[in-house]
T-cell receptor, first 115, second 113 residues
Framework: EPEVTQTPSHQVTQMGQEVILRCVPI?????FYWYRQILGQKVEFLVS????????KSEIFDDQFSVERPDGSNFTLKIRSTKLEDSAMYFC?????????????FGSGTQLSVL | AQSVTQLGSHVSVSEGALVLLRCNYS??????LFWYVQYPNQGLQLLLK??????LVKGINGFEAEFKKSETSFHLTKPSAHMSDAAEYFC???????????FGTGTRLTIIP
């Protein structure tokens, strides 16, 4: 089965530093998402992205966050100035179309630790 | 607003016994409901999805879930647990198909040999 690939699997950074989390969605997919899971808490929606634009974002996704599809294959999540509370597992997901029966594929996640 | 409640953060069953993982939802419109499984060091994998067709939904690995509107429930079951079923299970709800899923806190399933 095709896979969504996320790199790195673990990232450690200092508070205030910028981080970029990388995702390679499945090649013919057009809709992209980021979710995060703080340890012991729910998986939370961050943002959805289609046609090089953000289509929806949650209240968590403030000005410190941005997403980009820089080269047609990668899909990145940037956190400009990390805070301790940004420590979480970040999941990328993709799907081929917006049709309801399409399957959403998740990556294995990047564990971000902010010190 | 939509939300999901998963009763029981940890469930243990014996190998061969019935698996029942509970999920109740809240949604202001007819929902899309999902069960995902997460094995250690892996991503979330879709087990099954309810999209307003049949109320009994069959998924992968022998799992199924029944949508009960009157109880606002979408419990996950499997008749006979296997050791390989040990994982974390997440229920999720959406009002927009695959858009903006709201997840529950997850249930860790342990299988006792």
């Amino acid at each position: 089965e095709p896979e969504v690939t996320q790199t790195p699997s673990h990232q450690v950074t200092q508070m205030g530093q910028e981080v970029i989390l990388r995702c390679v969605p499945i090649s013919n997919h057009l809709y992209f998402y980021w979710y995060r899971q703080i340890l012991g808490q729910k998986v939370e929606f961050l943002v959805s992205f289609y046609n090089n634009e953000i289509s929806e974002k949650s209240e968590i996704f403030d000005d410190q966050f941005s997403v980009e599809r820089p080269d047609g294959s990668n899909f990145t999540l940037k956190i400009r100035s990390t805070k301790l509370e940004d420590s979480a597992m970040y999941f990328c997901a993709s799907t081929r179309s917006g049709v309801q029966n399409e399957k959403l594929f998740f990556g294995s996640g990047t564990q971000l630790s902010v010190l | 607003a939509q939300s999901v409640t998963q009763l029981g953060s940890h469930v243990s069953v014996s190998e061969g016994a019935l698996v029942l993982l509970r999920c109740n939802y809240s949604s202001s419109v007819p929902p899309y409901l999902f069960w995902y499984v997460q094995y250690p060091n892996q991503g979330l994998q879709l087990l099954l999805k309810y999209t307003s067709a049949a109320t009994l939904v069959k998924g992968i690995n022998g799992f199924e879930a029944e949508f009960k509107k009157s109880e606002t429930s979408f419990h996950l079951t499997k008749p006979s647990a296997h050791m390989s079923d040990a994982a974390e299970y997440f229920c999720a709800v959406s009002n927009f198909g695959n858009e903006k899923l709201t997840f529950g806190t997850g249930t860790r399933l342990t299988i006792i040999p």
